[in-house]
Each structure stands twice: as structure tokens, then as C-alpha cells.
């Protein structure tokens, strides 16, 4: 049975082999080292480079499953929205193939997208605050006003009134409100719903109110057809003479973005 030899002692052994042949030959012990250098270089970047593989085959594989997490979302959604659709063309069109009964279905949804109405009527409700110490609280039979979205220099839906009304509400600030109404020979009856969202402001005055005001607050709310409310809130301003702008209209186009969005019914 072969001794066992401690590696302590080994150790030393190799030490000592080794300046004996530094001794001897010292050419040959060199290279030895030499050789010993490259080796630990070659394992050492073949260590890092594995290392770093590693990292990169741990973030493809973090993101691959992510990956599949989204793609098992996207196709229980996709079936959720596809079967209801696919039951109704059945029920609806029996015996009919399904890429023609589901393209009836399609139209029947597009048809039912308020947004996609034809106008055929409109009210604009417009409250305006401005800073003031008159002290005004009135009706004004004769004295409205109007609101307008527009793009450009052309109004695409613009609501007016006689009549308006003008109060101090207390800490320097009078308010005026009043109730618009498009007129039943607009342009813009007829066209689609959706054909507001191309407007880029709103523009708004009161008669009986002070050119050049200071203008605090306010909203000014269309609804059409009874159904669609498109909601804005009225900046702080200096009126231009007696109109007031609105120039951010995009949070309230969102019922119309909503509304673009076809709903299947289930």
C-alpha cells in the first residue's frame, strides 16, 4: 500500500526540486514559470469569461420568462375578447363562415361607438372667474356669450347664448356662468363625433364681462348627443379684450380616445 505523504511535505519537496533546477538550470526554470504564468492567465480569463456568460444567460433567461409572462397575458386577454365575439357571430349568423359573420360583427360594434355618431346636437356649459370687487349679481337677459373648439382660425363645434349670468362669490371674485347652445344649422352637424378630437383649443367670452380681466379658473363643458361629456378646465389668464383660451385639450378629448376603443359585448 502506497505511503501517504503529507502535502505540506510535498510542497517543500516541490520547492526544494525547484532551486535545485534554478541551481542547475536556470534557463529550464524559466520557462517553467513562464509556462506556470500562462496557465493561470489562460485559466483566469477563462474564468471571468465564464462567469460573465453566466450573468448574461441569467439575464436572457429573466428576461424570456418575462417575456412569456406578457405573451400568456396578451393571449388570455386576446381570448377573452375573441371567444364572446366568436359566440355571437355563431348565434347571430348560424351557418355562415366565421370570418364573414365575424366581420358583421365587427360593423355592428363600429356602428354603436358613440364617437362615430353623426352630431346632431350640442350644449356648452362655461363657468369663468375673474378677479374683481364689482358687486355684480345678475341675470343678464340680453348679454350671453360663446364657446367654440376649434383648430386654426375654424370653429368645429360652436355653442351660443342671449343670456348669461354675472355674481360676486366673495374674496375679490366674480363669477360667470352661462348655458350654450349649438344651433341646429351648425356646420358641424353631421359630422362623426370623433372628428372634435382634431380641434387644438377653446375659446370662450362673456359680453357682460370686463375686457382685459384677470382670469382664475373656470371649466367650460361640451356634451353631445346627450351622451359624450368632454370636460376642460379654464386656465389662469389675462383675457384677450373678452376671450378666454384653453390650449391643453388633451385630458378632455379622453372620452372620445375611450370611446374609439370598440367594447365587445359579451
Same mark, same amino acid.
Given at each position: 500500500m502506497a505511503e501517504h505523504i503529507p502535502w505540506a511535505k510535498r510542497l517543500n519537496d516541490e520547492v526544494d526540486a525547484f532551486f535545485d533546477l534554478w541551481k542547475s538550470r536556470r534557463w529550464l526554470a524559466v520557462l517553467f514559470l513562464i509556462i506556470v504564468f500562462v496557465i493561470c492567465v489562460v485559466s483566469s480569463?477563462?474564468?471571468?469569461?465564464?462567469?460573465?456568460?453566466?450573468?448574461?444567460?441569467?439575464?436572457?433567461?429573466?428576461? =424570456?420568462?418575462?417575456?412569456?409572462?406578457?405573451?400568456? @397575458?396578451?393571449?388570455?386577454?386576446? +381570448?377573452?375578447?375573441? &371567444?364572446? *365575439?366568436?359566440a355571437r357571430a355563431a348565434k347571430e349568423f348560424p351557418g355562415e363562415e366565421i370570418n364573414v359573420s365575424l366581420?358583421?360583427?365587427?360593423?355592428?360594434?363600429?356602428?354603436?361607438?358613440?364617437?362615430?355618431?353623426?352630431?346632431?346636437?350640442a350644449t356648452a356649459t362655461v363657468? =369663468?372667474?375673474?378677479?374683481?370687487?364689482?358687486?355684480? @349679481?345678475?341675470?343678464?337677459?340680453? +348679454?350671453?356669450?360663446? &364657446?367654440? *373648439?376649434?383648430t386654426?382660425?375654424?370653429?368645429l363645434l360652436q355653442a351660443s347664448s342671449h343670456e348669461s349670468w354675472g355674481n360676486q362669490i366673495g374674496n375679490s371674485t366674480v363669477r360667470y356662468r352661462g348655458v350654450f347652445t349649438m344651433p341646429a344649422d351648425s356646420t358641424?352637424?353631421?359630422?362623426?363625433?370623433?372628428?372634435?378630437r382634431q380641434a387644438k383649443y377653446i375659446q370662450t367670452e362673456f359680453n357682460m364681462m370686463p375686457t382685459n380681466s384677470l382670469v382664475t379658473g373656470g371649466k367650460v363643458i361640451f356634451v353631445v348627443n346627450d351622451s359624450i361629456r368632454l370636460e376642460f378646465e379654464v386656465p389662469e389668464q389675462r383675457s384677450d379684450e373678452r376671450r378666454v383660451f384653453i390650449r391643453n385639450l388633451s385630458e378632455g378629448?379622453?372620452?372620445?380616445?375611450?370611446?374609439?376603443e370598440m367594447q365587445p359585448t359579451k
Open positions: 480569463v477563462g474564468w471571468f469569461q465564464r462567469g460573465k456568460k453566466i450573468d448574461t444567460l441569467t439575464a436572457d433567461n429573466r428576461d =424570456l420568462k418575462r417575456d412569456v409572462r406578457q405573451l400568456e @397575458s396578451e393571449n388570455k386577454g386576446l +381570448r377573452e375578447t375573441v &371567444a364572446p *365575439l366568436l366581420k358583421k360583427i365587427v360593423d355592428q360594434l363600429k356602428e354603436q361607438r358613440p364617437s362615430l355618431r353623426p352630431i346632431a346636437g363657468v =369663468l372667474t375673474i378677479k374683481s370687487d364689482e358687486n355684480v @349679481s345678475s341675470h343678464f337677459m340680453d +348679454r350671453g356669450g360663446c &364657446a367654440a *373648439l376649434a386654426g382660425s375654424t370653429a358641424a352637424v353631421g359630422k362623426p363625433i370623433e372628428s372634435l378629448m379622453k372620452p372620445l380616445v375611450s370611446n374609439n
